[in-house]
């Protein structure tokens, strides 16, 4: 690349899978990606810019003429083109789709219509029909006369439509292929397939991939009319970035943070969680406040108040991962939110019971006072109830007022374990040694 | 089932898919289940089991006779019944692998001797080969003509193998279809086949599938000999799982932990996270009892140090889980470890100038002193530099020494934000008020 030799760079690049051009790119410092993709001109494959972070691909995408990106997404499948285009400033993905042939940008269009999330910007709306009243050896004939160029990539079964393009069934290819030449495709077809609505969440498309085991689903309008397919690939990053999602929610990350973000976005995006959080640990400091008295006649107390809390808040934590799990999984419903509360709340007394005593014990030696060991261990198992009780209840209450339980329940759960470690330590003190 | 009315329960539970009749089973009460299984008999489909929690699926194998789990077994393909077999006891599994015909005895156990989380483990063993010399149309006709039992329940490619079942390449069946009848299949195969080694961990087989979108692959030995096909509803399950290990370890929970555990097993199996925890509480705690003196003095110290620690604790949890993340999916390795650790240290500190202004001003007007504010406000700059450090480097140390950066992060990281946040709070007003 810094000897500016295009045809060198086309060889070397051209010849890798569009995973590890892509990786590649990602591997360049950031004024060599946009060189190499201009340096490679028409032989650089756009399919190459799905695989990659975000804003890497809006950057080079931006810094390439439109008519350039418009040549590269004619070639790509149509869910493909949509990744590419649907985070791009409303401005410049016109000017692309303005580039583009009539017939496909209307296309395009449509799909990029379809509200984020939804099915429609998953799918491809290129797919195999045939009439229920075709046999197996018409089908496959016809096919081996269709122009490459009106077939998918690569596809996996062949939609069996009425006149009205509504969907009748589905013949899967290995189907197709050990069927006899003369049965007809209504007699192998499953007409009970699963299919999605188009405007369904994607959520909801990974789950039934899951839950069904499959590999392509047809995709339906309202009015039960074949519209596009959506195949597992496109369902397997769903649920990677669902699982990532989940994942630096409890974190305290936002979603969309990705490594190639600048230090000031960064810091940006997660001061509000610290913010929030700044907020409780204020509010859990004041109750200590209310106790100053106490803390001042008592300094062991100061010492040992942030062991009580600091249990609380990690068993409280253990809870809720479950939990906030369980309802993504939809294992938690209602049919069974009473016996998993319950559940929880025994695990808390056990755990609670068991450092209590862990607790007590060494508090009493180490400060030379049994009481005081008494008064942390009646603190510890408090604390590990409400931790257990805070840590089940918040994330089902959060998910019932439709607020994402990953992203909020961490910062009220440890809320309450701070606030009732805090008092449930320094009440029973001052109450047991009269400090008041 | 109450009503012990076996066909009819036949008939209602008998024409649901696998993963609803799955579901029905989890829903239904612990002693109902067995019963459920035993009225439907022969018409039972054990592939259901494959979709269910561990221990509900090794509990109702273990409440039947072995002869009628070999019958159930036989009918699935491999990879279910590998499923069902390897987490029972050797003398169960011996005792159900005897009572099956040699012929599925031996192929079995063939591939219950891989090692666990092996590609082997994954892998159907019925699939469909052909030599390189076939045509496209000859190929087609002897599939049509094989014996159904012969053929794999599913299937997306030919295998294109030598005399020596060396694999050659694949044929798509899409490909298969839209090829002319004379087309010779080694004219077709795509020959640079991405196979996978048997002894291959599933985590690879896993980002394998996903970074090159494949729908199968082949899995060869040592010999690239073909020995099985490895299709993605079972990689989509290992994602599933590897995301689930993932939030469940930085929870504080075991990866292996489900909602129908016990109270007793689930209070067992999180007692080791809480009791790590406990003892890092304890050294932050013996820290503040380095500075009993000052505390004693000032004990506005002792309710302001918890927010201190707290922020820190939370700013590292954040650059935490975007290690962990980041590493367990290799976007963070040795290429690009400088530049990363250096973001995350420099968000640290905009993060920590900002907190530590904000903090310092409340603080200082809560208790009326504006020296208190400056301390708490160096303190808080200086913890949240050292939470970033801790959260990127940990991860990657523990990772160096093959430890999991997911399961033993959190412990360690908690305790540097502790131990600093504490020590520079008390260690600076120590010396600003004079306190030592």
Same mark, same amino acid.
């Given at each position: 690349?810094?000897?500016?030799?295009?045809?060198?760079?086309?060889?070397?690049?051209?010849?890798?899978?569009?995973?590890?051009?892509?990786?590649?790119?990602?591997?360049?410092?950031?004024?060599?990606?946009?060189?190499?993709?201009?340096?490679?001109?028409?032989?650089?494959?756009?399919?190459?810019?799905?695989?990659?972070?975000?804003?890497?691909?809006?950057?080079?995408?931006?810094?390439?003429?439109?008519?350039?990106?418009?040549?590269?997404?004619?070639?790509?499948?149509?869910?493909?083109?949509?990744?590419?285009?649907?985070?791009?400033?409303?401005?410049?993905?016109?000017?692309?789709?303005?580039?583009?042939?009539?017939?496909?940008?209307?296309?395009?269009?449509?799909?990029?219509?379809?509200?984020?999330?939804?099915?429609?910007?998953?799918?491809?709306?290129?797919?195999?029909?045939?009439?229920?009243?075709?046999?197996?050896?018409?089908?496959?004939?016809?096919?081996?006369?269709?122009?490459?160029?009106?077939?998918?990539?690569?596809?996996?079964?062949?939609?069996?439509?009425?006149?009205?393009?509504?969907?009748?069934?589905?013949?899967?290819?290995?189907?197709?292929?050990?069927?006899?030449?003369?049965?007809?495709?209504?007699?192998?077809?499953?007409?009970?397939?699963?299919?999605?609505?188009?405007?369904?969440?994607?959520?909801?498309?990974?789950?039934?991939?899951?839950?069904?085991?499959?590999?392509?689903?047809?995709?339906?309008?309202?009015?039960?009319?074949?519209?596009?397919?959506?195949?597992?690939?496109?369902?397997?990053?769903?649920?990677?970035?669902?699982?990532?999602?989940?994942?630096?929610?409890?974190?305290?990350?936002?979603?969309?943070?990705?490594?190639?973000?600048?230090?000031?976005?960064?810091?940006?995006?997660?001061?509000?969680?610290?913010?929030?959080?700044?907020?409780?640990?204020?509010?859990?400091?004041?109750?200590?406040?209310?106790?100053? &008295?106490?803390?001042?006649?008592?300094?062991?107390?100061?010492?040992?108040?942030?062991?009580?809390?600091?249990?609380?808040?990690?068993?409280?934590?253990?809870?809720?991962?479950?939990?906030?799990?369980?309802?993504?999984?939809?294992?938690?419903?209602?049919?069974?939110?009473?016996?998993?509360?319950?559940?929880?709340?025994?695990?808390?007394?056990?755990?609670?019971?068991?450092?209590?005593?862990?607790?007590?014990?060494?508090?009493?030696?180490?400060?030379?006072?049994?009481?005081?060991?008494?008064?942390?261990?009646?603190?510890?198992?408090?604390?590990?109830?409400?931790?257990?009780?805070?840590?089940?209840?918040?994330?089902?209450?959060?998910?019932?007022?439709?607020?994402?339980?990953?992203?909020?329940?961490?910062?009220?759960?440890?809320?309450?374990?701070?606030?009732?470690?805090?008092?449930?330590?320094?009440?029973?003190?001052?109450?047991?040694?009269?400090? &008041?």
């Amino acid at each position: 690349i810094e000897a500016n030799d295009g045809p060198r760079v086309t060889v070397l690049a051209g010849a890798l899978h569009e995973a590890d051009l892509g990786a590649l790119i990602v591997a360049l410092e950031p004024e060599e990606r946009l060189r190499l993709v201009r340096l490679m001109g028409t032989h650089f494959d756009f399919a190459a810019l799905t695989e990659i972070d975000d804003n890497i691909r809006d950057e080079i995408l931006e810094g390439l003429p439109a008519r350039e990106v418009a040549e590269g997404v004619r070639d790509l499948e149509n869910d493909d083109a949509v990744t590419l285009l649907e985070d791009l400033e409303p401005e410049e993905q016109a000017e692309i789709l303005d580039a583009l042939s009539p017939v496909d940008r209307a296309q395009l269009q449509r799909s990029l219509d379809y509200p984020d999330h939804s099915a429609g910007r998953l799918m491809q709306t290129t797919f195999v029909t045939a009439p229920p009243y075709w046999t197996a050896g018409q089908a496959i004939d016809v096919m081996r006369d269709t122009d490459e160029a009106d077939l998918p990539d690569s596809f996996y079964e062949v939609f069996i439509v009425d006149p009205g393009h509504r969907l009748l069934g589905t013949v899967f290819l290995d189907t197709l292929l050990r069927s006899k030449s003369r049965a007809l495709l209504e007699d192998i077809m499953s007409a009970d397939r699963r299919r999605v609505e188009v405007t369904e969440d994607r959520e909801e498309v990974a789950r039934l991939f899951q839950r069904y085991n499959l590999v392509s689903a047809p995709v339906v309008d309202e009015g039960d009319r074949l519209v596009g397919v959506i195949t597992i690939d496109d369902v397997v990053d769903v649920i990677q970035e669902e699982a990532d999602a989940n994942l630096k929610a409890l974190g305290g990350v936002s979603e969309s943070e990705e490594l190639s973000d600048t230090v000031f976005w960064t810091a940006k995006s997660r001061f509000v969680w610290l913010l929030v959080n700044l907020l409780t640990a204020f509010i859990a400091s004041s109750v200590l406040g209310l106790f100053e &008295g106490s803390l001042q006649k008592m300094v062991a107390l100061a010492v040992l108040a942030p062991i009580v809390a600091s249990q609380g808040g990690n068993a409280a934590t253990q809870t809720m991962t479950v939990a906030v799990r369980a309802l993504a999984t939809r294992e938690l419903s209602r049919a069974n939110a009473a016996r998993i509360i319950l559940r929880e709340v025994l695990v808390g007394a056990v755990n609670g019971v068991g450092f209590g005593i862990l607790t007590g014990v060494i508090a009493g030696y180490w400060f030379g006072s049994p009481s005081l060991g008494v008064v942390i261990a009646l603190a510890m198992v408090t604390n590990l109830v409400a931790g257990a009780l805070g840590g089940i209840l918040i994330p089902q209450i959060l998910a019932k007022f439709h607020i994402d339980p990953a992203v909020a329940s961490g910062a009220f759960v440890t809320t309450v374990t701070d606030v009732v470690g805090f008092t449930a330590f320094l009440g029973f003190a001052t109450v047991w040694f009269r400090l &008041g």
